[in-house]
């Protein structure tokens, strides 16, 4: 596609359930990140993958949280035992080249309701 | 620690008046400054970015902003709005030296009055 994609665009969970949150990067961008948004904020980082590199996982907020990411491909965010505080909007972007100067490309994002 | 700031939470104006939003950023080294647009429903879009050179950078939909080091400032402005320019506005830097965490700015929402 042209652009990055997101699946599912909204999701509404049970609180405890497991979440699975798909993001496909613009073809051949070898960097992908996730983000989060909550309500009236900025873009909070969870997590980055470059190429076969190790990604780095700093931002992810709990061990509830992981992504996985198949070669220069799909990635998924999976949320575990998801909280009401994990409502929020998880954004996907992907950029052809790492470090500050590599554009970033924004997904539609996935808006997680966690009730 | 970077941080980004973008004091005015909303700003109403009138079409076909002038814009300008305000962003102040923290950073030791040379930055690399971005500003995205978030219409509703839709991911954001870069309007335009600073990596160095020429302090005036012009961006799409008619966007500009001024990289003003002295003031750690990277204001985005319009000389006319549109109405369609109503959407969510983002500063973000971005570190010198590879870092790949983009720093963001909690938003201006802006709303235009026909």
């Known amino acids: 596609g042209a652009g990055v994609s997101q699946s599912p665009s909204n999701k509404v969970t049970e609180k405890g359930k497991d979440v699975e949150l798909r993001c496909d990067p613009i073809?051949?961008?070898?960097?992908l990140y996730w983000y989060r948004q909550r309500l009236g904020q900025g873009l909070e980082f969870l997590i980055y993958?470059?190429?076969?590199?190790?990604?780095?996982k700093s931002g992810l907020p709990s061990d509830r949280f992981s992504a996985e990411r198949t070669g220069e491909s799909v990635s998924t965010l999976t949320i575990q035992r998801t909280q009401q505080e994990d409502s929020a909007v998880y954004l996907c972007?992907?950029?052809?080249?790492?470090?500050?100067?590599?554009?970033?490309?924004f997904g539609p994002g996935t808006r997680l309701t966690v009730t | 620690a970077q941080s980004v700031t973008q004091p005015d939470i909303h700003i109403t104006v009138s079409e076909g008046a002038s814009l300008e939003l305000r962003c102040n950023y923290s950073?030791?080294?040379?930055?690399?400054l971005f500003w995205y647009v978030q219409s509703p429903g839709q991911g954001l879009q870069l309007l335009l970015k600073?990596?160095?050179?020429?302090?005036l950078v012009q961006g799409i939909k008619g966007f500009e902003a001024e990289f003003k080091r002295s003031q750690s400032s990277f204001n985005l402005r319009k000389p006319s709005v549109h109405w369609s320019d109503a959407a969510e506005y983002f500063c973000?830097?971005?570190?010198?030296?590879?870092?790949?965490?983009?720093?963001f700015g909690t938003g201006t929402r802006l709303k235009v009055l026909a």
């Open positions: 950073y030791g080294a040379t930055p690399y």
């Open positions: 973000a830097v971005g570190a010198e030296g590879g870092t790949y965490k983009y720093i």
């Open positions: 600073y990596f160095s050179g020429d302090t």
């Open positions: 993958f470059q190429g076969n590199s190790a990604p780095d």
């Open positions: 073809s051949g961008h070898t960097a």
């Open positions: 972007a992907s950029s052809l080249k790492s470090g500050g100067a590599g554009e970033q490309y």
